[in-house]
């Protein structure tokens, strides 16, 4: 019976959310007595993917620390992969961090230089900081990718922006 305990706990029980494994074991005097162990080191490497997509979740639930810390994981694992720098960069500013914002797009149009996405962010918060100037700049470069991107839309959107701040 106890032999059949023990292989039922141990199948049941291989892994937990918390990352341990349950051991029974019996002892000299039958009492069966469990006690956690560490789990075996996993062999599957952590899923950026996984980690990109709750980011850009977390940020559409407008819960930015979360995206934040989950497009930080993203950007460690795969540093030259710009659109996580752009998305933490509108996490940090509606956090209100606009220096590390501003670096975050940066860091994107370095990576990728016809990210227009990047380069309205970065002009909105150029505008936002009152350099209408770097605004400009940054917004016409957008237009002009939204335009060779065949985004009409988004460039006619550039536009009228850019009008308001001549």
């Known amino acids: ?32 007595v469990s006690k956690e162990i560490p789990a075996e080191p996993t062999a599957i490497p952590p899923d950026p993917l996984f980690d ?14 979360d995206a934040i810390a989950k497009l930080s994981i993203v950007i460690r694992l795969i540093p030259d992969f710009e659109l996580p720098y752009n998305y933490r960069g509108v996490a940090y500013y509606q956090n209100e961090q606009k220096q590390l914002a501003l670096e975050d797009f940066s860091k994107a149009i370095e990576l990728n230089p016809d990210l227009a996405i990047a ?26 990718i939204y335009e060779k991107e065949n985004d009409k839309n988004s460039a006619e959107k550039m536009s009228q922006l850019i009008n308001t701040l001549n």
């Open 119 to 144: 380069y309205r962010n970065r002009g909105i918060l150029h505008i936002d900081a009152g350099d209408n100037q770097k605004a400009i700049s940054d917004l016409s470069s957008a237009k002009l």
């Open 1 to 32: 019976m106890s032999t059949l305990l023990l292989f039922f706990v141990l199948s049941c029980n291989t892994t937990t959310t918390e990352n341990t494994k349950t051991e029974t074991t019996t002892e000299h005097s039958n009492k069966e």
């Open 52 to 65: 990109y997509m709750n980011g850009i979740r977390y940020l559409n639930a407008r819960e930015y620390d």
